[in-house]
């Protein structure tokens, strides 16, 4: 098979097909071409999140950034097209250790992993480590990817085994995925399936369900909509230019109170990086899809744009239309943690700078009412409290710094406790949250926020310059920490008749302040030498 006619010929999952000679990427060809929606677009096309990995002659490539002229004559294998037996065995093992949650990135994931284990020894965790590095996961936390991989090549310990209920589907002994989908709602904040079908991709996000035939549509840079019959064809119309990864420093807009002050902090804007751009669509007359499909954005995406864009559209041009954000516009146009200037002394008083934001006082004072919030004007990217714990995770962790004491112990507003403990050797958890109905699903979601609250600790910021222009537009830019960087973490559930509330967000607070306290509380986070700079 060869590039003839205008067209490309090439095979997928064992059939013969063959798409336009457009300048498509495989991606694009794979899922607007040929219907295949389990490789996915998380960096719109940046090469750096692995969302989109397929096999290309039985080695692992992004799809998104190779033409599909590359594939010309070749053999490409997603995860649907991988042995049925390779299937059951990786979304079941992912299913049971909770190693997907959204189950956005876990699809090109299950396709590397595949290949590696062939020719990798099967305790070999530093080369499935390394294998990882081509690739991001803002949900679980990577520790139980490696529990997942355990789990499928069979070389997980008895007690590990029993912990986890490997059975077929994932239902062992007590484990109900009805219930564990209730445990995952309520720590993710939106409606959530829990399930094998998940880990392979199946989760039901917004342009996976779009119809066949929709228009394509984009923004064009200008404030609005470049729609076209293609997604090639509508970023063509935008002028989209590739983002980048900027040279710029991290700035701090705030400076600290005067005062005298046990504790003092500084942060800047962070990017709640979720791996799913922000999409939706909609027929003409009808309710758009939600871009919170099994996966909220850790908040971001109640304020998407998307929704109400694509219900427009779709009447304005008489034809359903997929309204698709870029990396890129979701960087720009999507809401940031406030960045803060704090003082705060062990008795609990102390003064808040921040940046001004709706509700942020509010939430602040619900857990420190003696703290002085003072908001201020900033020009930069919008900002919002209903990301994770945005103001009141702030509060908590000075005020248990401004304590001093270890381990750390938080309760959060909604009445869910945390301690925590962090030290060389790793991380330890105990958090109490009402009934636990999963421990599984409760567990990942433990590890998924202690992952994300070293992140935010040590290694995440975007630069914003001073007229308010964000400059990091690629989703490696944001210091999302990266499985060789993540350490083990131990997690103690403890059970309870209350009603169940949401665990993780106080297991992110107690995380991230037992870690800055272990570092000697810098003042400016985040505290890694360097970080910027990360490769």
């Not at 997907?100 to 299950?110: A, E, N």
């Not at 284990?117 to 390394?130: G, L």
């Not at 970023?235 to 046990?262: F, I, N, S």
């Not at 559930?493 to 870690?515: H, K, L, R, T």
Request: charged share 20%; hydrophobic share 40%; proline share 7%.
């Amino acid at each position: 098979m060869a590039s003839v006619g205008g067209s490309i010929a090439f095979e997928v999952d064992g059939r013969a097909v063959e798409v336009p000679d457009d300048g498509a990427s495989l991606l694009e060809a794979l899922r607007d071409r040929l219907g295949l929606r389990s490789p996915k677009d998380g960096c719109s096309p940046q090469g750096q999140c692995g969302c989109c990995t397929v096999l290309v002659d039985g080695s692992p490539r992004v799809a998104c950034v190779t033409p599909v002229r590359r594939v010309a004559g070749r053999v490409v294998t997603t995860v649907e097209g991988l042995a049925v037996d390779d299937q059951a065995r990786w979304s079941e093992a992912f299913c049971a250790a909770g190693a997907s949650q959204c189950g956005f990135c876990t699809p090109g994931i299950i396709v590397r992993l595949t290949g590696l284990a062939a020719r990798t020894p099967a305790a070999d965790h530093d080369a499935v480590e390394r294998a990882l590095a081509a690739h991001l996961c803002r949900c679980t936390g990577w520790r139980t990817i490696l529990d997942a991989w355990d789990l499928a090549l069979g070389i997980s310990s008895p007690s590990d085994r029993q912990r986890f209920a490997v059975a077929p589907g994932c239902r062992g002994p007590q484990r109900d995925l009805g219930t564990a989908a209730l445990r995952a709602g309520i720590e993710g904040g939106v409606s959530q399936a829990v399930g094998a079908a998940v880990a392979l991709g199946g989760g039901g996000f917004a342009d996976d369900t779009a119809p066949e035939g929709a228009l394509v549509a984009v923004p064009d840079g200008m404030g609005g909509w470049a729609v076209a019959e293609t997604l090639v064809e509508a970023r063509a119309a935008a002028g989209k230019v590739q983002g980048r990864r900027t040279t710029a420093d991290l700035r701090h807009p705030l400076a600290v109170p005067e005062g005298t002050w046990d504790v003092t902090l500084r942060t800047t804007w962070v990017e709640p990086a979720y791996l799913e751009t922000d999409a939706s669509w909609c027929e003409p007359g009808g309710e758009p899809a939600t871009p919170l499909a099994n996966g909220g954005g850790f908040g971001a995406k109640l304020s998407s744009p998307a929704p109400a864009a694509a219900r427009r559209l779709a009447d304005e041009h008489g034809r359903a239309v997929r309204v698709l954000l870029s990396r890129e516009d979701t960087v720009r146009l999507g809401p940031k943690r406030p960045p803060l200037a704090a003082g705060v002394r062990g008795d609990g008083t102390g003064t808040v700078y921040v940046a001004r934001t709706p509700g942020i006082g509010t939430a602040i004072a619900s857990v420190a009412p003696r703290l002085e919030v003072v908001e201020v004007d900033l020009v930069g990217p919008p900002t919002s409290v209903d990301l994770r714990a945005a103001g009141w995770a702030e509060a908590l962790v000075l005020l248990a710094a401004a304590r001093g004491h270890q381990p750390v112990t938080v309760t959060t507003p909604r009445g869910a406790t945390a301690t925590a403990r962090a030290d060389e050797t790793g991380v330890e958890v105990r958090v109490e949250c009402g009934e636990v109905l999963d421990e599984t699903v409760l567990r990942s979601y433990c590890i998924g926020a202690a992952h994300m609250a070293l992140g935010w600790l040590s290694s995440e910021g975007i630069a914003v310059d001073e007229a308010g222009m964000v400059h990091d537009l690629t989703v490696r830019s944001f210091g999302v920490l990266r499985a060789q960087e993540m350490p083990p973490v131990e997690v103690e559930v403890v059970a309870s008749e209350a009603p169940p509330v949401n665990g993780s967000d106080a297991v992110f607070v107690a995380v991230a302040a037992a870690a800055w306290m272990r570092q000697g509380c810098p003042e400016e986070w985040p505290t890694r030498a360097g970080a910027r700079r990360r490769a």
